[in-house]
């Protein structure tokens, strides 16, 4: 693992990255390119880990 760069504030992971998390978005140039984001930019943008879902 290589040091990741967080899409969102910059932050540069460790050699470990541990919980950074990688998404597949639309590149401008019509592709696919992977952006990385930190463990708590991850949970800000995208709920992840998702919260547990109660039963009613
Ligand atoms: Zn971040």
């Avoid at 969102?8 to 140039?29: F, M, P």
Wanted: with cysteine.
């Amino acid at each position: 693992m290589h040091e990741l760069t967080c899409a969102e504030c910059n932050q540069v992971s460790d050699k470990r990255a541990l919980d950074w998390r990688g998404y597949t978005v639309e590149a401008d140039e019509g592709g696919e390119e992977v952006v990385f984001f930190c463990p708590l930019c991850a949970e800000r943008e995208f709920q992840w880990p998702p919260p547990p879902t109660t039963s009613v």
